[in-house]
């Protein structure tokens, strides 16, 4: 009998490929960190061969200019005058007044959620996410934004246990539900809460009080009065789809 | 501004003073200031108004703005060109769904829903 890997690739049991697949990936991700971490380190002006003083100076093994001056930063993105290629970096350290601290922590949730879409993968994510956001006292809710859309159970599992990074949100909002009648076992009901990563919380909160075209200037919360409370968990519920909460 | 003094200025200066309100509500909303956002929504909804009663619908001039880099402006151009140009209006509404970028895409995408359900029709 053969051994196992002298086997060609279609030959060799299923697990095996999925396991070379998933390396595959891995390692293409990895790169994709790497990729990214120079163009951090050429951001920051490293070149690795730029001159250095000669060694048995006191300054030996500095980095120095072509010309023995102190050399200036390599250019790079936006150095030509061109258009800026991204939206802008996220302030390194927080801001001192509270809604600028939260408006910069949100910045760095939407580029690190932009990261994970579409450019180093998640080891990419996490080392940006790590360098700039150790920071930020709003950390739990920064990490919580990046989480995949979750199923309706799996969020109202979670409601009422008061988790960093989270807010538990009424499906028929709170306020609103009870004014038009529905009762507060309804309105606080285990199917009516559910819990969602801050900011998540704070966007579809936001989108129900903000005054909206579609639907003639009026809030969504304004349209949804006087609607039958099915009505209003179904636009809940897409609401929670649409801000990618619920799956 | 008044309607009468925004009869005053040019399509131009009417696309680049929406352009200015949009950033203005984008950052209101980061901010978690739902009323400094539904004020200027009154402000954008009188150039939009302006823009309509030009001859021809000037508020055509707002899809220059459709693939701007902030995306309160392109959402905003894209919902003022529904009853203008629907086929492309709905088209920057998808893409804005597809960058993902919240709260926008999901403001994006709760549009279409409305749109699709006939719920919402453009004007």
């Not at chain 1, 002006?45 to 690795?48: A, I, K, M, S, V």
């Not at chain 1, 409601?159 to 960093?164: F, L, T, V, Y």
């Not at chain 2, 508020?59 to 902030?70: E, I, K, V």
């Given at each position: 009998m053969l051994p196992k890997h002298s086997l060609t690739l279609a030959a060799r049991p299923r697990p095996l490929s999925a396991r070379a697949l998933a390396c595959h990936i891995a390692g293409e991700r990895m790169m994709a960190a790497f990729a990214r971490l120079q163009a951090f380190a050429e951001k920051a002006?490293?070149?690795?061969d730029q001159p250095r003083v000669p060694p048995g100076n006191s300054d030996g093994g500095q980095w120095t200019g072509s010309?023995?001056?102190?050399s200036g930063r390599q250019p790079g993105i936006g150095d030509n005058g061109?258009?800026?290629?991204?939206?802008e970096e996220p302030p390194k350290q927080p801001p001192k007044e509270k809604t600028s601290r939260i408006k910069a922590a949100k910045a760095l949730a939407k580029r690190i959620a932009q990261q994970l879409l579409r450019r180093a993968g998640p080891i990419g994510a996490l080392i940006t996410a790590i360098e700039l956001a150790?920071?930020?006292?709003q950390m739990p809710s920064v990490t919580s934004y990046q989480d995949s859309p979750k199923t309706l159970s799996e969020l109202q599992q979670n409601?009422?246990?008061?988790?960093?990074g989270y807010e538990d949100h009424h499906i028929v909002e709170q306020g609103a539900g009870i004014s038009e009648g529905f009762s507060r076992s309804q309105v606080g009901g285990t199917d009516n809460v559910v819990s969602v990563p801050t900011y998540k919380h704070h966007e579809i909160s936001g989108w129900y009080n903000t005054k909206n075209p579609t639907f003639g200037g009026l809030t969504p919360r304004e349209y949804l009065r006087g609607k039958s409370w099915e009505e209003q968990v179904r636009v809940g519920h897409f609401a929670m789809r649409k801000f990618g909460v619920l799956k | 501004m008044s309607a009468a003094n925004l009869a005053l200025l040019s399509t131009d200066a009417l696309t680049r003073l929406f352009e200015a309100l949009c950033i203005e509500q984008y950052d209101a909303l980061e901010r978690n200031e739902i009323a400094a956002f539904n004020r200027r929504y009154d402000r954008i909804q009188a150039i939009q108004d302006e823009l309509k009663s030009r001859p021809g619908d000037q508020?055509?001039?707002?899809?220059?703005?459709?693939?701007?880099?902030?995306m309160q402006v392109r959402l905003t151009a894209a919902r003022a060109n529904l009853a203008v140009d629907y086929p492309a209006a709905r088209r920057e509404l998808q893409a804005i769904v597809d960058e993902k970028w919240h709260p926008q895409a999901g403001d994006a995408g709760m549009t279409l829903y409305f749109l699709d359900t006939g719920e919402s029709k453009p004007t």
């Open positions: 002006g490293f070149n690795p010309d023995g001056s102190a061109g258009p800026k290629l991204d939206p150790e920071n930020y006292s409601a009422g246990k008061r988790r960093p | 508020r055509r001039a707002l899809m220059r703005l459709f693939g701007h880099s902030n």
